[in-house]
């Protein structure tokens, strides 16, 4: 059978993520009930794979990823103002 058919919880989007790893926190193997989930609250006291210690790595790459984009958007309003600077103006 394909992962995902047996209500396991290999989704291959979160492959590094998978059960058994010991280097970093991860999902649950099979899907369990939590009570105190407070990023996914819809799953609270529901079978889900996600487990309340998955959430602290879920919080730090969503820090990490709204620093990146962040940081994108001043660079570009940097660059916008920048061209502002050198717009042409008509004789």
Partial sequence: SEAGDSG?????LFQ???AG???I?????KPTVEGSLRLCPFWTWKPACCTTS???EQQRAFEL?????KEK???LE????EMDDFRLTPE
């Fill in 16 to 18: 590094p993520h998978w």
């Fill in 54 to 56: 998955f959430e602290e």
């Fill in 65 to 69: 990823w709204k620093a990146h984009w």
């Fill in 73 to 75: 958007e001043q660079r």
């Fill in 8 to 12: 396991d919880c290999f989704n291959p």
């Fill in 21 to 23: 790893k010991s280097d």
């Fill in 25 to 29: 926190r991860h999902l649950a193997s």
């Fill in 78 to 81: 940097a660059f916008h103002s």
